[in-house]
């Protein structure tokens, strides 16, 4: 099969399943704007530009789980952070803020499979990384969100960002190489049901943070202290 027969393949698959899921979901999707609602009567929906396939920008839709206006403080979530809401860290617990983004899937911005989409500032620190995984569009889930499910419990309080660009980018990018090298049809099938069923599911995110061929590992922690020492500059400048 060809690379091009290949992609239209995976993007039929995947408008596919994403209309079946808001079909099924629907009521579920109601009722969690309905309690977002109830809560603190502010807006259901939180949309954030983030870099898509070929570094294009596109809006990015999730169920609002934080206080109106959070993102100007951080773009990183904390431990115990106090501008979720009541109902957000429900959301947040269960990644149900995350279904919205079926709709990027249906505008082809997304696909189910693929490395979590980011803001422009981290992905241009890791731009070299980053031209790599965006040949296609980011996903919804793949080995490394899996692997970082909790992302926001491995957090410092007081280190968040610089432990976010120093430990954790690189190592979720890290995997999103390695898995992009090998995936098929069947793996991503493996990953969605992870991703659903984290306790029952056979884990194969893990075969993907273990098995990183030295060729690979080497390139990605050169670039990450390249990166360093572009921060570096820009903080004394």
Not at 91 to 104: A, G, S, V, W
Not at 219 to 232: C, D, I, K, P, S
């Amino acid at each position: 099969m060809s690379t091009i027969t290949r992609h239209s393949a995976r993007y039929a698959f995947d408008v596919v399943a994403a209309a079946v899921g808001l079909i099924l979901l629907s009521p579920l999707l109601v009722l969690i704007a309905l309690a977002i609602k109830l809560d603190d009567g502010e807006a259901v929906f939180y949309s954030q530009a983030r870099v898509g396939k070929d570094f294009r920008l596109f809006k990015l839709v999730k169920f609002r789980s934080m206080a109106p206006g959070a993102d100007r403080s951080s773009l990183l979530t904390a431990p115990a952070d106090s501008r979720l809401t009541r109902v957000g860290r429900f959301l947040r617990k269960y990644k149900l803020d995350e279904l919205p983004q079926l709709f990027n899937v249906m505008k082809g911005e997304m696909q189910l499979v693929g490395p979590r989409p980011e803001v422009e500032r981290y992905v241009y620190l890791f731009r070299a990384d980053y031209s790599v995984l965006l040949q296609e569009p980011p996903g919804i889930t793949d080995p490394a969100s899996i692997s970082y499910r909790n992302e926001e419990e491995r957090f410092h309080a007081e280190q968040i960002e610089e432990q976010y660009i120093s430990q954790i980018l690189p190592d979720k990018l890290r995997i999103s190489l390695e898995y992009q090298k090998q995936r098929n049809f069947f793996s991503d099938i493996r990953i969605v049901l992870e991703t659903l069923f984290p306790r029952r599911a056979r884990s194969i995110s893990g075969t993907f943070m273990r098995k990183i061929p030295e060729g690979a590992k080497s390139a990605t922690e050169g670039l990450t202290a390249r990166n360093a020492r572009h921060q570096g500059r820009e903080s004394s400048s």
